[in-house]
């Protein structure tokens, strides 16, 4: 699984927050994804992303609705790997459908 892109269309905008999407993808990769008030340890998923700008931050650093219109893609990343390799797409990756 890791290091294996696949691209999947996700609609943010049936979603009505993090918590929501999180349960979705989580649901859709049979994983678990920690929703950004947990406690991590290195061998959770979290759910990263990049913005307009190029830069992958974590899925919950922003309000829900400056999220929707900065995401570009989705990542689900092993805690343990969003450290200096941050730029770098290591997992599933998702990209947003804007319908």
């Known amino acids: 699984m890791e290091g294996i892109p696949i691209g999947r269309k996700v609609n943010l905008f049936a979603h009505d927050g993090y918590d929501a999407l999180i349960t979705s993808l989580s649901l859709m990769f049979k994983i678990t994804i920690l929703c950004p008030d947990q406690v991590y340890s290195e061998k959770n998923y979290v ?3 990049e913005d307009q700008e190029g830069d992958w931050m974590l899925v919950g ?11 570009k893609k989705l990542m689900i990343t ?5 450290g200096s ?6 997992e599933k990756v998702a990209t947003k459908d804007r319908r």
Do not use: G, K, M
Request: charged share 25%.
């Open 61 to 71: 650093d922003v309000p829900w609705e400056i999220f929707l219109t900065s995401v």
């Open 47 to 49: 759910l990263t992303y």
């Open 78 to 82: 092993r805690v343990d790997r969003c």
């Open 85 to 90: 390799s941050w730029n770098t797409p290591r």
